[in-house]
């Protein structure tokens, strides 16, 4: 069988620029990416190689759990570059633990999420937005630098996750305050700031909290601390999220 995942980049090519092949002269058991649907034909991307199947000869990728999430963003993040971003974190997922992220809607622009003035001169709170540096928390505090308040803008349940995205710095309190990626818990929050990183890897990272998977030494992990990677899991976080859907 060759299991097949679909694409959101759609090929739109002539049936001539590939040859016709037939499952047989494809490797079986592995995870081919749909390019198109044309006809009775998917034209699939395998490696360096092309070329179209029947309909009839492929399977999909079994699903084993899945988690409803909508997008919330500030008013100066792109809903188009974050949706982009998820097609990739939502086939990661799917190929690795066949974990169905099932996304509701096109995402939710809000002024809620705006940064407030004064609070974009730094990477985390200060003394002079309010709220101490050594002696407040600032998830108690309506400022849109804390990661920890501005999770709980827009509630999150089990049943419908809120996944939030803001294009400044994030801060964390932790006995001290600093600058954090992201941060995970029944929802996720994602700083688009940092452009040097990994915002897949970051995404990928705090979705992984939701299942229960702590922060690892591995340097081939997207959970490890400062881990510039996607797509990649250790054996130890791996079993952890198997476990917590109930795979093995």
């Not at 097949?4 to 037939?22: C, E, K, W």
């Not at 494809?26 to 034909?41: F, Q, V």
């Not at 990928?204 to 229960?212: D, L, N, R, T, V």
Request: net charge positive; glycine share 10%.
């Amino acid at each position: 069988m060759v299991w097949i995942l679909a694409s959101q980049h759609m090929y739109a090519g002539p049936d001539t620029t590939f040859n016709r092949v037939t499952t047989t002269a494809l490797p079986t058991d592995r995870e081919i990416i749909i390019y198109a649907s044309l006809g009775n034909y998917y034209l699939i991307i395998d490696g360096a190689r092309a070329g179209f199947v029947p309909k009839s000869s492929v399977g999909r990728i079994p699903v084993y759990f899945t988690m409803t999430y909508e997008i919330f963003v500030n008013q100066t993040t792109s809903l188009a570059v974050v949706r982009s971003h998820m097609d990739a974190v939502e086939r990661d997922f799917l190929i690795n633990f066949g974990i169905n992220l099932a996304r509701q809607g096109n995402g939710t622009s809000s002024a809620l999420l705006n940064q407030k003035p004064g609070c974009n001169f730094n990477y985390w709170c200060f003394v002079s937005c309010g709220v101490s540096p050594t002696g407040s928390d600032c998830r108690t505090h309506p400022h849109h630098r804390s990661a920890g308040y501005l999770q709980r803008v827009f509630p999150t349940t089990t049943e419908r996750r809120s996944f939030t995205f803001v294009d400044f710095s994030l801060c964390y309190y932790d006995g001290r305050h600093a600058s954090v990626r992201g941060r995970g818990g029944l929802g996720i929050i994602v700083s688009m700031h940092r452009t040097n990183s990994n915002i897949r890897g970051t995404i990928a990272h705090e979705i992984s909290h939701i299942f229960g998977v702590t922060h690892c030494s591995a340097t081939n992990c997207v959970m490890g601390i400062g881990v510039d990677i996607e797509g990649q899991w250790c054996s130890t976080c791996r079993a952890t999220i198997m476990s917590a859907i109930g795979g093995s």
